[in-house]
């Protein structure tokens, strides 16, 4: 249950509004803070990637205002 939480906070982090980005991070922060040990498994799987493209967004978006 807890990687399906945090599956679903990274595939919210790669929408475009930014109040569902900054939710998906704050709960996926909260998610991390009591589950730890499901770090290395989200970073081999898609977790990486996602918050890479995550971080891609935001900064794109940011730069379009």
């Known amino acids: 249950p807890a990687t399906r ?3 679903s906070l990274l595939t919210m982090g790669r929408e475009t509004v930014w109040e569902v980005r ?3 991070m704050l709960g996926l922060k909260y998610v991390l803070a009591v ?3 499901l770090l290395p498994q989200l970073l081999l799987s898609q977790g ?3 918050q890479m493209s995550c971080c891609q967004v935001s900064l794109e978006l940011r730069h379009r205002t």
């Open 22 to 24: 900054h939710s998906a």
């Open 5 to 7: 939480v945090a599956d």
């Open 48 to 50: 990486l990637q996602t």
């Open 35 to 37: 589950r730890q040990d």
